[in-house]
């Protein structure tokens, strides 16, 4: 998500008030130390739930593994019904190989937009083709946390291959090849994940891990074949997205022969890992080893700049990127970001017109309309929304841009986004904002827990929690809510304009 996106997101919103509230009322709240956090039972239950989950990872890394699959059976028994927890809970069981905790939590889920792109998403990237039972799950994840957290790759594949528990199972193809690639031994971990792909070849889990292996026997040409092949696939979500373009770079990293590009690629796919500290020392270390690459490392080194709010090291970078090869797509860019960020609007314009003809990504497309837009060029601008709208109607960045030009349809492209990128704490907030306008009180609630579940410590979290809390008679705890806010960020406090949404015309 660029920084231009981020900015752009808290601006669109940053809602005010729909309701009652003042800058004088938080002003003059006082409340007892230690009582100042509004929704206490969300509190205690967030830090039991958080406690339990945290136990069940640790025992899962451990190998107690019949304990890390009780305790989550637990807390997935105990859970209230919350979509954005199931899916969070069911996309890191299935990680784990716990299908059958997966597929109860998939069943819990409410059949809506938030929930369909995501399911599909899942299912497509981690599911055997069938499940076996109980015993044959507890049997296949023990393997799987020795292979990947236990450094017992070479124990744990001769135990799957002399056993014939779960052999019906095409997952366990997977994890003999896993554990086979683990311990290096590359022309069986090949043998083996060719068999899973013969019994299930839509999981793209295991198409992925037959793309490393064929990079590491170095048969470039293949692993790019079975790459290209995974990159036909369809996902939605932004989870599913990323998972896909960071395999994508360290399969170049791996296929890669010069030094140089290797490292740009190594140096990407930690970025894409959210290590962009450890990329940008790999990147510094390459620059001076081949002069050839060196528009390419710039201008990944200022794109991880801007992306981590360093604008002045982000223009560097970008711009010594642009004078050595002016048509690097990431260094066009960009500048044409950084320059609309500080409303260079005419500048912004012409590097935007000029990535266009560098991509078939929708990115400089989104660019050009909102800079029109902010040109004040609004009928060209909505034209141009209203054709990439029908052309890229996934697009996470062009529907919160969109926001801009059809603030009327916020009911509509909020959903949208949620249902594509479910941490995105912004639109969660923006939609508990319109059920509050709609008086709506109890999906506002529901909005709000899933944005405390993203950040505990969001202001405008606190806000809205206010006013929910005030309009279901419990000022007490709203005006406590309301000294949260301030004392988190005390100029939205006192900014706080009654009555308005940015949703109303």
């Keep these: 998500m660029s920084k231009a996106f981020k900015t752009l997101l808290i ?13 004088e009322e938080v002003k003059q709240l006082k409340v007892k130390a230690e009582t100042n956090v509004a929704n206490m039972d969300m509190v205690i239950k967030d830090n039991f739930v958080k406690s339990k989950y945290a136990s069940a990872e640790n025992r899962f890394a451990q190998n107690n593994i019949k304990a890390s ?35 109860s939590l998939i069943n819990k889920l409410d059949s809506n937009v938030f929930t369909a792109s995501y399911v599909k998403d899942l299912k497509k990237y981690y599911y055997p083709s069938a499940l076996v039972n109980q015993k044959d799950i507890i049997y296949l994840a023990d393997a799987y946390s020795n292979i990947m957290y236990n450094n017992m790759a070479i124990e744990t594949t001769s135990e799957l291959l002399n056993s014939n ?12 090849s896993l554990g086979y690639y683990k311990s290096n031994n590359l022309q069986q971990a090949l043998k083996y994940i060719n068999n899973a792909i013969v019994e299930n070849d839509n999981n793209i889990n295991y198409l992925t891990l037959k793309a490393k292996i064929l990079a590491d026997l170095n048969k470039p040409k293949q692993a790019l074949k079975v790459f ?35 490292d740009y690629h190594l140096a990407y796919y930690y970025h894409l890992q959210d290590k962009s500290l450890l990329a940008t020392k790999v990147l510094q270390s390459s620059v001076l080893q081949a002069k050839q690459y060196s528009p ?16 002045l090291k982000a223009q560097e970078f970008a711009s010594r990127a642009y004078r050595e ?13 950084i320059s609309y960020d500080n409303r260079k609007y005419e500048e912004a314009l012409k590097y935007y017109k000029k990535a266009q003809k560098l991509t078939k990504d929708a990115e400089p497309d989104v660019g050009v309309a909102k800079t029109y837009l902010a040109l004040e060029k609004d ?79 969001n202001f405008k979290y606190y806000y809205y929690l206010s006013l929910v ?31 308005h949404s940015v949703y109303e015309e």
């Excluded at 809970?89 to 059958?100: H, L, S």
């Excluded at 373009?245 to 791996?254: D, S």
């Excluded at 406590?480 to 009654?498: E, H, T």
Aim: aromatic content about 12%.
């Design 228 to 262: 290209n092949r995974i990159k036909k696939t369809e996902f939605l979500t932004v989870d599913f997205q990323n998972k896909v373009r960071a395999a994508e770079e360290y399969i170049l990293y791996k296929t890669a022969k010069d030094e140089p590009l290797k």
């Design 296 to 311: 390419m490392i710039f201008s990944l080194l200022g794109k991880i700049y801007y992306e981590n709010d360093e604008p």
């Design 165 to 176: 528990q779960a052999s019906e199972s095409d997952y366990k193809n997977y994890l003999i």
């Design 469 to 499: 809390l005030r309009a279901k008679g419990d000022i007490e705890l709203a005006n406590q809510s309301l000294i949260r806010c301030s004392r988190l960020n005390s100029d939205y406090a006192a900014d706080v304009n009654p009555g």
């Design 69 to 103: 699959y009780d305790d989550f059976n637990d807390l997935i028994q105990r859970a209230s019904h919350d979509d954005y927890v199931f899916l969070v809970y069911a996309m890191k069981m299935a990680e784990y190989g716990f299908f059958d905790l997966s597929d």
């Design 379 to 457: 009928k060209k601008s909505k034209k141009l929304y209203e054709k990439l709208l029908k052309k890229h109607s996934t697009n996470e960045e062009l529907l919160v841009e969109s926001l801009q030009v059809f603030p009327q349809k916020a009911d509509y492209y909020l959903p949208k986004v949620a249902s594509i990128d479910i941490s995105n704490n912004d639109i969660w907030l923006g939609l508990a904002n319109l059920a509050i306008r709609d008086n709506n009180f109890n999906m506002a609630a529901t909005y709000l827990n899933n944005s405390y579940y993203i950040d505990a410590n």
């Design 11 to 23: 601006s669109t919103l940053m809602l005010a008030s729909v309701t009652v509230a003042n800058a």
């Design 325 to 337: 090869d002016k048509d690097n797509y990431l260094a066009v860019i960009t500048l044409a970001d």
